[in-house]
């Protein structure tokens, strides 16, 4: 069993590596940076199941119980027909490396790898792909357009690379539904990491503070929450599959939804 945990440009080769030498393998997300690593990926995933072994990704909100439950509300047609989404990856500053004497161009870049697209796929990529994960679940689908605009407005020192601090992208799916994304990482502004989804009969809001929402026209509004987080039920769902020899690969949702991040990144 392999946990692939370094940074994301390195995930392919390690995943493909893993595969080849008989290995179960948790990998974190995202699973690449770009086109070819997911490629890569695609290839493993398939090698994976033709060998029998289990691939679990990073997209730990897929296991948690109540996140199912709010997505099976909207299957079930809670809010009616969905109509568009919209989520938010919006924080503040996270950590730095600053560059040390003696270290080289290489070596500063990948200890410091999350202010490098080629690194960490930009942290549009490395992070929000969480919530771009749960507008494709939603939507059964992924996008297959997208417009945006980004830029740097506090990361703009030798420190922070070459990666952009604010992000907006709006994507289309293939039956027209539109999703509307926000990413922003800027110190002293609105900080918010939550998914919305507007049907014709309400909407449902999954917010940070670990509740969810359900608002329908002329109904009272129905709050639960949804409960501890998936970082454990991920490994248990991935240990139990394989204690009782069943499939089990995560590997196409998570490559669709790193493909949407690299998508709405190219936008921007």
Same mark, same amino acid.
């Given at each position: $069993? ?11 080769? #390690? ?10 393998v948790f990998m974190e997300k995202p699973v690449a940076v770009d086109v070819p ?18 691939i679990a990704a990073g997209t730990q909100r897929r296991h948690q119980k109540d $996140?199912?439950?709010?997505? #099976? ?8 027909? +969905?109509?568009?989404?919209?989520? $938010? @990856?919006?924080?503040?500053? +996270? ?9 080289? =161009?290489?070596? @500063?870049?990948?200890?410091?790898? $999350? ?6 796929? =930009? ?13 494709? @679940? ?131």
């Amino acid at each position: $069993y392999v946990i692939l945990a370094t940074p994301p440009r390195f995930r392919p080769e #390690q995943l493909e590596a893993a595969i080849k030498a008989g290995k179960h393998v948790f990998m974190e997300k995202p699973v690449a940076v770009d086109v070819p690593g997911v490629l890569t990926v695609m290839a493993a995933g398939q090698e994976a199941k033709q060998k029998g072994l289990g691939i679990a990704a990073g997209t730990q909100r897929r296991h948690q119980k109540d $996140y199912q439950e709010t997505i #099976q509300r909207i299957r079930d047609g809670a809010i009616g027909e +969905i109509v568009y989404a919209r989520c $938010y @990856w919006n924080g503040g500053e +996270i950590w730095v490396i600053p560059r040390e004497e003696g270290w080289s =161009d290489i070596e @500063w870049q990948i200890r410091n790898w $999350y202010y490098f697209t080629w690194l960490s796929g =930009d942290h549009y990529v490395e992070q929000h792909v969480h919530n771009l994960d749960m507008c494709n @679940w939603i939507a059964q689908a992924h996008p297959i357009e997208a417009q945006g605009s980004g830029g740097r407005q506090v990361r703009i020192g030798k420190d922070y690379g070459e990666i952009f601090d604010h992000h907006t992208v709006e994507f289309t799916y293939p039956n027209g539904l539109k999703m509307f994304s926000f990413c922003r990482h800027i110190p002293n502004c609105w900080q918010n990491g939550s998914d919305h989804v507007y049907g014709s009969k309400g909407h449902i809001s999954m917010e940070q503070n670990n509740v969810s929402v359900l608002r329908v026209k002329g109904q009272p509004a129905q709050k639960w929450k949804r409960g501890t987080s998936g970082h454990q039920i991920e490994m248990d769902d991935l240990f139990a599959a394989l204690a009782a020899g069943k499939p089990y690969n995560e590997v196409d949702a998570t490559v669709t939804s790193t493909m949407t991040g690299i998508l709405g990144r190219m936008a921007t």
